[in-house]
C-alpha cells in the first residue's frame, strides 16, 4: 500500500514562496517517474512538473509554472520536492504528489493547500 503524505502548503501573498514536501513509503520508489499536481476549484487536476526515476534526467514543467517552480527527488529519503517562487494568485490550489504519467497513478494524498492572496 503506497502512501504519499503533502506537506508545506499555506497562505502567502503574491510574489513569496513556498517549498512543498512529499513523502512516499510502501514502493520502491526510486524507479518511478515522480510528479506535482495541483487542482483549483471547479477545475480539473492538472500536472505542474514532474521528475524523471533518475532525477536530473528528465525534468518538465507546466508553461504556468517555467522558470518559477523547481521540482527536485532524494530518492534515498523517499521524498519529492517543489520550490516555488514568484507566486500568483492563480497559483492557488490544492497541491499533490503522485506518479507520472496521472494514468499510473497510486492513491491520492490528503494533497497540501497553496493560497496565494494579499
Known amino acids: 500500500q503506497v502512501q504519499l503524505v503533502e506537506s508545506g502548503g499555506g497562505l502567502v501573498q503574491p510574489g513569496g514562496s513556498l517549498r512543498l514536501s512529499c513523502a512516499a513509503s510502501?514502493?520502491?520508489?526510486?524507479?518511478?517517474?515522480m510528479a506535482w499536481y495541483r487542482q483549483a476549484p471547479g477545475k480539473q487536476r492538472e500536472l505542474v512538473a514532474s521528475?524523471?526515476?533518475?532525477?536530473?534526467?528528465?525534468?518538465n514543467y507546466a508553461d504556468s509554472v517555467k522558470g518559477r517552480f523547481t521540482i527536485s527527488r532524494v530518492n534515498a529519503k523517499k521524498m519529492v520536492y517543489l520550490e516555488m517562487i514568484s507566486l500568483k494568485a492563480e497559483d492557488t490550489a490544492v497541491y499533490y504528489c503522485?506518479?507520472?504519467?496521472?494514468?499510473?497513478?497510486?492513491?491520492w494524498g490528503q494533497g497540501t493547500q497553496v493560497t496565494v492572496s494579499s
Open positions: 521528475i524523471s526515476s533518475g532525477g536530473g534526467g528528465n525534468i
Open positions: 503522485n506518479r507520472a504519467p496521472i494514468e499510473s497513478a497510486w492513491s
Open positions: 510502501g514502493t520502491i520508489f526510486r524507479v518511478y517517474t
